[in-house]
């Protein structure tokens, strides 16, 4: 989820048919609040991929880790000395946060 403090945009229809009254300061808290909710609910969602293996497409690199996305769009950071880029990797979920999933090359048992 994205949002973003309303802000008036010369040219636009709610230009026209809408005042902006209100303070800048109740706008930032009212972003903060609904930015912490966000948060909650997707460490909550993210919380259920613990120690779960999950296939990730590999986009790049970044200090050391490689990162890419699950089928359902979760960023997801891993190590590995091998060239992973555009391979599809078995990863197994080791630690969540609301916005990216930690783990570790997933290994046949």
Same mark, same amino acid.
């Given at each position: 989820?994205?949002?973003?403090? $309303?802000?008036?945009? *010369?040219? !636009?229809?709610?230009?026209?048919?809408?005042?902006?009254?209100? $303070? *800048?300061?109740? #706008? #930032?808290?009212?972003?903060?609040?609904?930015? !912490?909710?966000?948060? #909650?609910?997707?460490?909550?969602?993210?919380?259920?991929? +613990?120690?779960?293996?999950?296939?990730?497409?590999?986009?790049? +690199? +970044?200090?050391? +880790?490689? $990162?890419?996305? !699950?089928?359902?769009?979760?960023?997801? @950071? @891993?190590?590995?000395?091998?060239?992973?880029?555009?391979?599809?990797? /078995?990863? !197994?979920?080791? *630690?969540? *946060?609301?916005?990216?999933?930690?783990?570790?090359?997933?290994? /046949?048992?």
């Amino acid at each position: 989820m994205h949002v973003a403090a $309303y802000s008036v945009r *010369s040219g !636009t229809i709610a230009s026209r048919e809408y005042e902006d009254n209100v $303070y *800048s300061d109740i #706008k #930032k808290e009212r972003l903060n609040r609904v930015e !912490t909710i966000q948060a #909650k609910i997707a460490g909550d969602i993210n919380s259920r991929l +613990k120690d779960k293996t999950v296939e990730v497409l590999v986009e790049g +690199k +970044k200090s050391d +880790k490689w $990162y890419g996305r !699950t089928r359902c769009n979760k960023l997801v @950071f @891993f190590e590995s000395d091998d060239d992973c880029l555009r391979q599809l990797v /078995d990863v !197994t979920i080791r *630690s969540i *946060s609301p916005w990216a999933l930690q783990g570790e090359i997933a290994i /046949d048992e």
